[in-house]
């Protein structure tokens, strides 16, 4: 387990690594940070000061071992925009994503296991066929445009919750819900296909024979067998939600955070402030594989041997 | 002279079995229903994206400011003129629809196209060559698989700066990888078969056994996996260009449009409605012809679907039959 624990953790050094490779060259060398930074009208003195302050007037090798040390340390300086540390800023945004992830992925995993399991015990049913055709179109709807009709629908029209912003308990709603469909549609999807191969196998069949209760040979037998894939989906929509939807969800609903920061650097042309986001996600995410590959071992204890 | 008439038999024979084949692959497709509408909602749009400055009833740039802000026909204040109404500007929304679905398709296409040559080839490289070339590209592979895709999307894009160009080069940077990863499994496993060591034997070269031998067997995967990216890219594309990152004005984009039309949700709903519809009809269509392409082509499934036919083909005859008893007595 510490072996393997170990190898994890090495392959995501590795991956960090590579990311900081590729944002250098595609900052340093494909594009001019001076020029994004600074407004149009800044004279030569002006450029040649801030890309002293930046250190980019120094040769690239030396630059790439400033920003791995940048990297190494997660600090990039102070965030143009606000002029102060931007991992301040980070630290201070990054909690109200990962409520607004808890609470959106949450819902869609637990209504995702009744609801597939429902599907696949009768596959090609009334209700399995249902559940296809609405998982379908969950993830087929855009997940900024349903945000702007659940806004329409139940805050303009109903008046009956806030349409954006944080504040009380109930401005959660919204977001989560725009955050979770897509991710419920995909978990169903999978918590029923997972569950018809399992319930296709000689040991349910057993299991029945044996006389063992039918929500016990569902539930515990049949289920622990087809968590592998769902793990693994839900450790993915955990990914993305972070470091994906929450752009978009956040960007609809104005929830300051981690997401609305980024788009809002763009904005701002705040380069220092938006490389300080990647990277924390960035390593976030690496850590919940790490965290993935452990939930794995506990599940399906064969893989530890491997 | 004879021999013309049997190149022409020849010819003739062979356009028939090909248009038999089309049929046989029509009746089963007007068998499942959802396949069915998939197939034909996808011929509507390309049918719109081709002709669309034939079908669309006005030009998607003219402004009318007086007639800003129409709603659609069936409102109180709509007209025919403009059948989904106009935005703030007085563009055509209907129009704009429209010309919005040559750049889904568009990009979509490219994206399709280019991650999926890189991540065929890469996978054959991978897969063929093995060793060392195996272990650096799954290396590679792994590696960008572990990160998410759209933090990079969004650095790139803020320093080369948004256009349709940089919204293909991210979108299939992003994208390549799961055509890599199932080309090299099926490579690995298509290499013990007999027929491939047979083709190795006889003297093929490495080309001849993967491009005659090796990479038709991968065509129905590798389409249903071109099918379900291209869903993922269209609404990728769409979320893009709506954060302001994508396709940029004056060119039209749904994403585009729902975005512009956020800032007057509350007067004028269909602003953000209509473009919203059009991505959400395109991804579904998408979905339903790819899984209905999983379908027949998946051995298994095409048993239990001829099974489960031909009971209710029974059901439905031995029904008939009692009845006519029934009548007749």
């Known amino acids: 387990m510490g072996r393997y624990l170990l190898k994890r953790m090495w392959h995501g050094v590795i991956v960090i690594f590579g990311v900081t490779l590729l944002v250098f060259v595609v900052t340093r060398l494909v594009g001019d940070p001076v020029k994004v930074m600074l407004p149009l009208e800044a004279t030569l003195e002006q450029r040649a000061a801030f890309e002293k302050q930046l250190g980019l007037d120094r040769s690239i090798p030396l630059q790439f071992l400033d920003f791995v040390g940048d990297v190494a340390h997660l600090d990039f300086g102070d965030s143009l925009w606000q002029h102060r540390p931007a991992m301040e800023i980070v630290f201070e945004k990054l909690p109200l994503t990962i409520q607004l992830t808890i609470v959106g992925i949450g819902l869609a995993f637990f209504?995702?296991?009744?609801l597939g399991i429902i599907a696949a015990l009768r596959p090609g049913g009334i209700v399995d066929r249902t559940t296809v055709f609405f998982s379908l179109i969950g993830f087929s709807i855009p997940q900024f445009w349903l945000g702007l009709l659940l806004i329409?629908?139940?805050?303009?029209?109903?008046?009956?919750?806030?349409?954006?912003?944080?504040?009380t308990p109930t401005h959660i709603i919204l977001p989560a819900i725009t955050m979770g469909l897509p991710a419920l549609a995909r978990l169903v999807m999978m918590v029923r296909s997972a569950m018809i191969d399992e319930l296709n196998q000689q040991y349910v069949k057993t299991g029945y024979a044996k006389g063992i209760p039918f929500w016990r040979v569902v539930g515990v037998h049949a289920m622990r067998n087809a968590a592998l894939p769902v793990v693994t989906l839900l450790g993915w929509e955990v990914i993305r939600a972070v470091a994906g939807y929450s752009v978009v969800v956040e960007t609809v609903f104005a929830w300051p955070g981690i997401g609305l920061t980024a788009i809002q650097a763009i904005e701002r042309e705040d380069l220092i402030l938006l490389q300080s986001i990647v990277f924390t996600v960035g390593i976030m995410v690496v850590?919940?594989?790490i965290l993935m590959d452990m939930v794995y071992t506990i599940i399906d204890p064969r893989l530890k041997l491997q | 002279m004879a021999e013309a008439t049997n190149i022409e038999k020849m010819l003739g024979g062979r356009w028939l079995?090909?248009?038999?084949g089309l049929r046989n692959l029509g009746q089963e497709l007007w068998r499942d229903k959802t396949g069915f509408t998939g197939v034909?909602?996808?011929g509507v749009l390309l049918f719109m994206a081709v002709a669309a400055p034939l079908i669309a009833p006005h030009d998607p740039s003219t402004q009318d400011l007086r007639a800003r802000l129409r709603p659609p026909v069936w409102e109180e204040k709509g007209t025919w003129k403009h059948v989904l109404g106009t935005d703030h500007l007085g563009r055509d929304v209907l129009s704009r629809v429209i010309y919005g679905s040559r750049v889904s398709?568009?990009?979509?296409?490219?994206?399709?196209?280019?991650?999926?040559?890189?991540?065929?080839?890469?996978g054959l490289l991978a897969g063929y060559r093995g060793g060392r070339t195996d272990s650096y590209v799954m290396r590679w592979i792994d590696t960008q698989v572990a990160f998410p895709g759209l933090l990079l999307a969004l650095i790139i894009l803020a320093v080369i700066g948004p256009s349709m160009i940089t919204v293909i080069i991210v979108l299939s940077l992003n994208g390549w990888m799961v055509y890599g990863r199932m080309t090299r499994g099926a490579v690995l496993s298509v290499r013990q078969t007999p027929y491939v060591e047979a083709a190795e034997i006889l003297g093929c070269k490495g080309k001849r056994v993967i491009f005659r031998h090796i990479l038709p067997n991968l065509t129905s995967p590798l389409l249903t996996l071109a099918i379900l990216e291209f869903a993922r890219i269209v609404l990728a594309e769409?979320?893009?260009?709506?954060l302001g990152l994508g396709i940029q004005p004056p060119a039209t984009s749904w994403g585009l449009d729902v975005a512009n039309g956020k800032n007057y949700m509350f007067r004028a709903w269909w602003l953000v409605t209509m473009p919203g519809i059009a991505i959400?009809?395109?991804?579904?269509?998408?979905?339903?012809?790819?899984?209905?392409m999983r379908l027949i082509s998946d051995p298994q499934e095409r048993e239990k679907q001829f099974a489960r036919q031909t009971t209710v083909r029974r059901r439905r005859q031995s029904r008939r039959l009692v009845s006519r008893e029934e009548a007749g007595v």
């Open chain 1, 152 to 167: 329409v629908i139940f805050a303009v029209k109903f008046h009956w919750l806030p349409t954006s912003g944080i504040g």
């Open chain 2, 40 to 42: 034909v909602l996808i």
């Open chain 2, 238 to 242: 769409a979320a893009l260009s709506f």
């Open chain 2, 105 to 122: 398709l568009l990009v979509g296409t490219a994206v399709v196209f280019v991650a999926g040559t890189f991540g065929v080839v890469m």
């Open chain 2, 17 to 20: 079995d090909w248009l038999q």
């Open chain 2, 280 to 292: 959400a009809i395109t991804v579904l269509a998408i979905n339903l012809v790819a899984s209905w």
């Open chain 1, 287 to 289: 850590l919940i594989n």
């Open chain 1, 111 to 114: 209504l995702s296991i009744p």
